[in-house]
């Protein structure tokens, strides 16, 4: 059973200072994804110089497997999590899912096989999932005429972090290497686990006698709300299967291009990537309040899908480092307006289910996205399988602009 949350139950609680709560999470996802990116765009370079795969169509498969192991570890797990957060709370299944994933990827520098690869990645899937945690404490934190600036808020900061852990990842790995560049990436996760328990607080759930089921709280809720829901979390599956494969396709992209500065030039790739998704993430919501969340929304699934396509047609190594910027812009924008969306159209006392379920049909697309497209890479070439990845992408604006709608 799923609590609810009564007005009575909270009335006589003290209010959470929601600024607060804002800052230490932001601050906490900067250090995660600075610590995830400081390791895992380089996947591709670990399989080819650790675990000897030197082919470039059997790397665009390896590395497609890879990353689809993540999606698929995160698609089993997140709609367990969501639930457990709803019942249990959503502040101690984000220091939960920072600790598993900070373990898992220190853990993955002691691999010696693609397999064995591929089964600690499924784990690390499984066991992180930060993202839907704090987007979940955030919007359920939060006052809702503020909702769409805090989760920008995050998401600038996660994007921050993305931007500047590629580039520090590289140049230490040049000094270091892969393998103990992955563990300190894991170190860097765990981190501010402590800050965050400290800091944050979050509403208390109410009593047992207050809690209804997911299936009750549906019912009571309106056909067209359930219907908004249901095509957002399509689109944001749609949206992941693009991004996470294109990301993928654009390291492999560069290491064809000029394998002995591929490390290099794939920091510097996923830099532009991260600071042109933290600036349009900071600012979208700006545009939103004045064009609409959907509106956003199309228009950076469609630019996205564009710089997708370019990253394949790109001849030389700065064109696809300005495509993958140009891919981020477009990302920064289109991920927190899909996930303001739904936290505004989500029923409040299952906010975390939804979330879960969000970040499970996410991670289906993190998952099939890199599987497909490596395929396709790897019976055709990857600017055909960027192709593909581009064309999901574009389905996402279509759905957008047909079935969905502004939130209310």
């Given at each position: 059973?799923?609590?609810a949350?009564p007005d009575?139950a909270?009335a006589a609680?003290?209010?959470?200072?929601?600024?607060r709560?804002?800052?230490?999470i932001?601050?906490?996802?900067?250090a995660?994804?600075?610590?995830?990116?400081?390791?895992?765009?380089?996947?591709p370079l670990?399989?080819?110089?650790?675990?000897?795969?030197?082919?470039?169509?059997?790397?665009a498969?390896w590395a497609g497997l890879?990353?689809?192991a993540?999606?698929l570890?995160?698609?089993t797990?997140?709609p367990?999590?969501?639930a457990v957060a709803?019942r249990?709370?959503r502040?101690?299944?984000l220091v939960?899912?920072?600790?598993?994933?900070?373990v898992i990827?220190?853990a993955t520098?002691?691999v010696r096989?693609?397999?064995?690869l591929?089964?600690?990645?499924?784990?690390l899937?499984?066991m992180?999932?930060?993202?839907a945690?704090?987007?979940?404490l955030v919007a359920?934190?939060t006052?809702r005429?503020?909702?769409?600036?805090a989760?920008g808020?995050?998401?600038?900061t996660?994007a921050?972090g993305?931007?500047?852990g590629?580039?520090?990842?590289?140049?230490?790995?040049?000094?270091?290497?892969?393998?103990?560049?992955?563990v300190?990436?894991?170190?860097l996760?765990?981190?501010?686990?402590?800050?965050?328990?400290r800091?944050?607080?979050e509403t208390?759930?109410?009593?047992?006698?207050s809690r209804?089921s997911i299936?009750?709280?549906?019912h009571d809720t309106?056909p067209a709300?359930r219907i908004?829901?249901?095509v957002l979390?399509?689109a944001?599956?749609?949206?992941y299967?693009?991004?996470w494969?294109a990301v993928?396709?654009a390291?492999?992209?560069?290491?064809?291009l000029?394998?002995?500065g591929a490390a290099?030039?794939?920091g510097?790739?996923?830099t532009?990537?991260?600071?042109?998704?933290?600036?349009a993430?900071?600012?979208y919501?700006?545009?939103a309040t004045?064009?609409?969340?959907?509106a956003?929304g199309?228009?950076a699934a469609?630019v996205?899908?564009?710089?997708?396509?370019?990253?394949g047609?790109a001849?030389?190594?700065?064109?696809v480092i300005?495509a993958?910027g140009?891919m981020g812009?477009?990302?920064?924008a289109l991920?927190?307006?899909?996930?303001?969306m739904v936290?505004?159209?989500?029923?409040s006392?299952?906010?975390?289910t939804?979330?879960?379920l969000?970040?499970?049909v996410s991670?289906?697309?993190?998952?099939?996205g890199p599987?497909?497209?490596g395929?396709?890479?790897?019976l055709?070439?990857?600017?055909a399988?960027?192709l593909?990845s581009?064309?999901?992408?574009?389905?996402?604006?279509v759905?957008?602009?047909?079935?969905?709608r502004?939130?209310?």
């Amino acid at each position: 059973m799923i609590e609810a949350a009564p007005d009575q139950a909270v009335a006589a609680v003290a209010p959470v200072d929601w600024k607060r709560n804002l800052t230490a999470i932001a601050v906490s996802q900067f250090a995660t994804k600075f610590g995830f990116a400081f390791a895992t765009p380089f996947v591709p370079l670990f399989l080819s110089r650790e675990l000897g795969i030197r082919n470039g169509r059997e790397l665009a498969f390896w590395a497609g497997l890879v990353a689809g192991a993540t999606g698929l570890g995160v698609a089993t797990a997140s709609p367990v999590w969501g639930a457990v957060a709803d019942r249990y709370g959503r502040k101690r299944m984000l220091v939960r899912a920072m600790i598993g994933g900070g373990v898992i990827l220190a853990a993955t520098a002691f691999v010696r096989t693609p397999p064995q690869l591929v089964g600690v990645r499924f784990f690390l899937g499984a066991m992180a999932g930060t993202t839907a945690a704090a987007t979940a404490l955030v919007a359920a934190e939060t006052p809702r005429g503020r909702v769409g600036w805090a989760l920008g808020t995050v998401s600038s900061t996660q994007a921050l972090g993305q931007a500047f852990g590629p580039l520090a990842g590289g140049l230490l790995s040049a000094v270091f290497g892969l393998r103990q560049v992955l563990v300190a990436g894991g170190l860097l996760i765990i981190a501010p686990v402590l800050m965050l328990a400290r800091a944050v607080r979050e509403t208390p759930r109410p009593e047992l006698r207050s809690r209804r089921s997911i299936r009750q709280v549906l019912h009571d809720t309106e056909p067209a709300v359930r219907i908004a829901v249901g095509v957002l979390v399509v689109a944001q599956g749609l949206t992941y299967f693009g991004y996470w494969s294109a990301v993928q396709l654009a390291a492999v992209r560069l290491v064809e291009l000029n394998p002995r500065g591929a490390a290099v030039e794939t920091g510097f790739a996923f830099t532009a990537l991260g600071l042109a998704t933290g600036a349009a993430a900071l600012g979208y919501s700006f545009v939103a309040t004045r064009i609409g969340f959907r509106a956003v929304g199309i228009g950076a699934a469609v630019v996205m899908a564009v710089m997708i396509g370019g990253i394949g047609r790109a001849p030389a190594a700065l064109l696809v480092i300005a495509a993958v910027g140009g891919m981020g812009l477009a990302y920064g924008a289109l991920a927190p307006a899909l996930s303001s969306m739904v936290g505004l159209e989500a029923p409040s006392a299952i906010k975390a289910t939804v979330f879960g379920l969000s970040a499970s049909v996410s991670a289906l697309g993190m998952a099939s996205g890199p599987i497909i497209t490596g395929g396709v890479a790897a019976l055709v070439d990857v600017p055909a399988a960027l192709l593909v990845s581009a064309g999901a992408t574009f389905l996402s604006a279509v759905m957008l602009a047909g079935w969905a709608r502004e939130p209310r």
